[in-house]
């Protein structure tokens, strides 16, 4: 009897085990919960990487970072520092022993110290407009880091007393004179980035570049645009100093001796230029480039300027993608960079003879790339059904294996389905590729609504990555099926297919979107053709007005801080560079492009229900496009809802809002396609 009744129990547990372990769609607790893993940085002898570990709350509405070690021969990572505050971007010392980070611990963002060992950090600047992007010298003497500051200060006086008398000033008035007056999300309020850089000993900083200019500069830049030569005898930065760099994306290398010398300009080119790193034997600096002036999505191309001859040389003029992320191989022979192609970010190398270059990696997603001493490749990788972890490969990409697995728990428990790829012939007959994802527990006998997605830019592409605001997941977990196509604009597919959407944004774009879902209905005989509904932000928020105003078979759209008027648009956004290149010059002088363009020029077609979401402090697509789009449909007598974020910007961030715009999203989605 005994027997039987521990059978019994046995079998209970079975089964109760089996129901616990059965996966679930996401949700949004887990989507929030997921733990972002950022910023790895291998150590001097190559055995230890460094990295960042975010994590966000419902309850404290914020992500708090901490850093985080693991092994290089694999095991469980280890937490480095736990703070309250955020502690974020390490840096290793030269001789391995030291880490330095930026912590908010004391409020405003300063660089600690921390031994590797074991010990406490201690605080090493105390500049009161913040420290940020450190960066050690060869012999650990001394950190570069930049800081926004007011150009006309003589020093770190001047400026506390001025933001003490700011903030204490009951009259928050501005006077403008220029351009720029504010970016991005902020007000410039008359500072400037700056480059200190401060002793190890005594946290003692000084300003080496001094002036009313941003280094590194406001947009198109690399990471962290400056950087100190293995002497520690100069010192490599970028900046604009055109007169109105609103209208530039002229940024351009300059060296300036650690001794107090004059400040030289290396770049002549009238284009972009960012992202300078020293060769490890001190010869080069490596660094990006563009050719044509005013255009931010242009191909950049790996130059390489000898500093024994003055002689500047493209390394990769005759490959068709756009490099980011340089870093130099231990000999200083090659140099590794990544790039978008179709879908992935791929790790490439190249040799500083220049136009032998290899693809290390194909159909993964990799950023943040490093190289270790010892030739190793370090970087981050993730896909569409899994968060970025910390991966290791050799020198030329072969045996890659992650060395965490930061969110494993939480994946064990979720059913999120793989990427699945297409091609379609779009305008013209061009190749189009598309992206695919199918909800938890597919069933191909039956039929699902569709939401296709647009993405932003308009020069940017939908990747096999695990998004943490369009989380293709997020999407497809009520019983979606979500398909992400990328057209004419999209980068990683050739600079001429990157080039056809400028002067042409309701063009062939908008025929290789139409062609797309045309395809994927034709073809995929579980998408339920009478269902499905369309969303985008940015420029993807551009196309959703543009559908509105087109015949399109959407039973509802969502447009994202999507722009609607772009002639007000124009007026109010900040980098005037972007209207100026895709558009042909400014309103007045092209005046029948942006009416063309513009989805405001046809309010009259507007008929399908439409939910905006728009936020106050955007200011790349003010919040007025999306009041304008509002007051147009609701004037049709177009069901339609506006949802408003005062506190959130291009991108909503706290948990509690994103929740709720996912909330929003997936009613919205509900009334029109269940």
Same mark, same amino acid.
């Given at each position: 009897?005994?027997?039987?009744?521990?059978?019994?129990?046995?079998?209970?547990?079975?089964?109760?085990?089996?129901?616990?372990?059965?996966?679930?769609?996401?949700?949004?607790?887990?989507?929030?919960?997921?733990?972002?893993?950022?910023?790895?940085?291998?150590?001097?002898?190559?055995?230890?990487?460094?990295?960042?570990?975010?994590?966000?709350?419902?309850?404290?509405?914020?992500? !708090?970072?901490?850093?985080?070690?693991?092994?290089?021969?694999?095991?469980?990572?280890?937490?480095?520092?736990?703070?309250?505050?955020?502690?974020?971007?390490?840096?290793?010392?030269?001789?391995?022993?030291?880490?330095?980070?930026?912590?908010?611990?004391?409020?405003?963002?300063?660089?600690?110290?921390?031994?590797?060992?074991?010990?406490?950090?201690?605080?090493?600047?105390?500049?009161?407009?913040?420290?940020? &992007?450190?960066?050690?010298?060869? /012999?650990?003497?001394?950190?570069?880091?930049?800081?926004?500051?007011?150009?006309?200060?003589? =020093?770190?006086?001047? !400026?506390?007393?001025?933001?003490?008398?700011?903030?204490?000033?009951?009259?928050?008035?501005?006077?403008?004179?220029?351009?720029?007056?504010?970016?991005?999300?902020?007000?410039?309020?008359?500072?400037? !980035?700056?480059?200190?850089?401060?002793?190890?000993?005594?946290?003692?900083?000084?300003?080496?570049?001094?002036?009313?200019? =941003?280094?590194?500069?406001?947009?198109?830049?690399?990471?962290?645009?400056?950087?100190?030569?293995?002497?520690?005898?100069?010192?490599?930065?970028?900046?604009?100093?055109?007169?109105?760099?609103?209208?530039?994306?002229?940024?351009?290398?300059?060296?300036?001796?650690?001794?107090?010398?004059?400040?030289?300009?290396?770049?002549?080119?009238?284009?972009?230029?960012?992202?300078?790193?020293?060769?490890?034997?001190?010869?080069?600096?490596?660094?990006?480039?563009?050719?044509?002036?005013?255009?931010?999505?242009?191909?950049?191309?790996?130059? %390489?300027?000898?500093?024994?001859? &003055? #002689?500047?040389?493209?390394?990769?003029?005759?490959?068709?993608?756009?490099?980011?992320?340089?870093?130099?191989?231990?000999?200083?022979?090659?140099?590794?960079?990544?790039?978008?192609?179709?879908?992935?970010?791929?790790?490439?190398?190249?040799?500083?003879?220049?136009?032998?270059?290899?693809?290390?990696?194909?159909?993964?997603?990799?950023?943040?790339?490093?190289?270790?001493?010892?030739?190793?490749?370090?970087?981050?990788?993730?896909?569409?059904?899994?968060?970025?972890?910390?991966?290791?490969?050799?020198?030329?990409?072969?045996?890659?294996?992650?060395?965490?697995?930061? !969110?494993?728990?939480?994946?064990?428990?979720?059913?999120?389905?793989?990427?699945?790829?297409?091609?379609?012939?779009?305008?013209?007959?061009?190749?189009?590729?598309?992206?695919?994802?199918?909800?938890?527990?597919?069933?191909?006998?039956?039929?699902?609504?569709?939401?296709?997605?647009?993405?932003?830019?308009?020069?940017?592409?939908?990747?096999?990555?695990?998004?943490?605001r369009w989380n293709a997941q997020m999407f497809a977990a009520p019983g979606y099926v979500v398909v992400m196509v990328n057209p004419r604009g999209s980068t990683g597919y050739g600079q001429k297919f990157t080039d056809e959407i400028?002067?042409?944004?309701?063009?062939?774009?908008?025929? =290789?979107?139409?062609?797309?879902?045309?395809?994927?209905?034709?073809?995929?005989?579980?998408?339920?053709?009478?269902?499905?509904?369309?969303?985008?932000?940015?420029? @993807?928020?551009?196309?959703?007005?543009?559908?509105? @105003?087109?015949?399109?078979?959407?039973?509802?759209?969502?447009?994202? /801080?999507?722009?609607?008027?772009?002639?007000?648009?124009?007026?109010?956004?900040?980098?005037?560079?972007?209207? #100026?290149?895709?558009?042909?010059?400014?309103?007045?002088?092209?005046?029948? %492009?942006?009416?063309?363009?513009?989805?405001?020029?046809?309010?009259?077609?507007?008929?399908?229900?439409?939910?905006?979401?728009?936020?106050?402090?955007?200011?790349?697509?003010?919040?007025?496009?999306?009041? #304008?789009?509002?007051?147009?449909?609701?004037?049709?007598?177009?069901?339609?809802?506006?949802?408003?974020?005062? =506190?959130?910007?291009?991108?909503?961030?706290?948990?509690?809002?994103?929740?709720?715009?996912?909330?929003?999203?997936?009613?919205?989605?509900?009334?029109? %396609?269940?």
């Amino acid at each position: 009897m005994r027997r039987i009744v521990w059978i019994f129990v046995v079998v209970l547990l079975w089964i109760a085990a089996g129901f616990a372990q059965e996966r679930h769609p996401i949700t949004f607790d887990d989507f929030i919960s997921v733990k972002r893993v950022s910023d790895p940085q291998p150590s001097p002898d190559g055995r230890w990487v460094a990295f960042t570990v975010t994590v966000y709350s419902k309850e404290s509405n914020r992500g !708090n970072s901490d850093i985080w070690l693991v092994s290089t021969r694999g095991g469980e990572p280890r937490q480095l520092t736990n703070s309250p505050a955020g502690d974020f971007q390490p840096r290793w010392s030269p001789d391995g022993k030291t880490i330095a980070f930026i912590s908010t611990r004391g409020g405003s963002p300063q660089i600690y110290l921390i031994p590797v060992d074991g010990g406490e950090a201690r605080q090493l600047t105390d500049i009161s407009t913040g420290a940020i &992007g450190p960066v050690w010298s060869a /012999d650990g003497r001394h950190i570069l880091f930049h800081s926004r500051v007011y150009p006309d200060c003589p =020093d770190d006086a001047c !400026n506390r007393a001025r933001e003490e008398a700011r903030a204490n000033n009951p009259v928050k008035a501005q006077i403008w004179d220029r351009l720029l007056y504010r970016h991005w999300n902020e007000w410039t309020e008359g500072k400037r !980035n700056h480059v200190f850089i401060a002793s190890v000993d005594d946290g003692r900083f000084r300003d080496l570049t001094p002036g009313d200019y =941003d280094s590194p500069p406001i947009a198109l830049g690399g990471s962290p645009d400056y950087a100190i030569s293995p002497d520690g005898k100069e010192v490599c930065y970028v900046k604009n100093t055109d007169p109105v760099v609103a209208l530039s994306t002229n940024n351009d290398l300059f060296v300036r001796p650690l001794d107090g010398g004059p400040e030289k300009r290396l770049t002549p080119n009238k284009a972009n230029d960012n992202n300078p790193v020293y060769s490890p034997d001190g010869r080069y600096i490596a660094y990006l480039a563009m050719r044509r002036p005013g255009f931010e999505s242009d191909r950049q191309e790996v130059m %390489l300027y000898d500093r024994r001859t &003055g #002689e500047h040389r493209s390394l990769t003029a005759d490959l068709d993608r756009s490099a980011r992320n340089i870093v130099w191989g231990p000999k200083s022979r090659y140099i590794y960079f990544l790039a978008d192609d179709q879908g992935y970010y791929s790790i490439f190398r190249v040799s500083i003879k220049g136009g032998d270059v290899w693809q290390l990696t194909r159909k993964s997603f990799n950023t943040s790339l490093r190289v270790t001493r010892q030739g190793k490749l370090v970087f981050l990788r993730q896909a569409i059904n899994h968060p970025a972890d910390v991966w290791i490969a050799d020198g030329n990409g072969k045996n890659a294996r992650p060395l965490t697995d930061i !969110n494993g728990d939480l994946l064990s428990r979720l059913e999120m389905n793989p990427l699945e790829e297409f091609w379609f012939e779009g305008a013209g007959g061009t190749r189009v590729h598309g992206l695919m994802l199918k909800p938890p527990k597919f069933d191909p006998n039956k039929k699902y609504p569709l939401i296709y997605l647009v993405h932003g830019g308009p020069q940017g592409a939908w990747h096999d990555s695990f998004h943490y605001r369009w989380n293709a997941q997020m999407f497809a977990a009520p019983g979606y099926v979500v398909v992400m196509v990328n057209p004419r604009g999209s980068t990683g597919y050739g600079q001429k297919f990157t080039d056809e959407i400028s002067r042409d944004w309701g063009g062939k774009v908008f025929e =290789d979107l139409k062609r797309g879902w045309e395809y994927v209905v034709q073809t995929y005989p579980f998408i339920d053709a009478d269902r499905m509904a369309a969303a985008g932000a940015s420029y @993807g928020g551009y196309m959703m007005y543009w559908f509105e @105003g087109h015949q399109q078979p959407f039973k509802c759209l969502v447009a994202h /801080d999507g722009v609607f008027n772009l002639v007000s648009m124009y007026g109010s956004t900040e980098e005037l560079w972007f209207p #100026e290149w895709e558009m042909g010059g400014p309103p007045w002088e092209n005046p029948e %492009l942006y009416r063309k363009w513009s989805p405001s020029s046809y309010v009259k077609h507007f008929k399908t229900p439409m939910l905006i979401v728009h936020s106050q402090q955007d200011f790349r697509v003010d919040v007025s496009q999306g009041f #304008e789009a509002f007051t147009a449909l609701q004037r049709m007598g177009v069901p339609s809802k506006f949802l408003y974020f005062p =506190d959130e910007d291009h991108f909503v961030t706290k948990p509690r809002n994103a929740e709720l715009w996912w909330k929003t999203l997936h009613a919205w989605f509900a009334e029109y %396609l269940k």
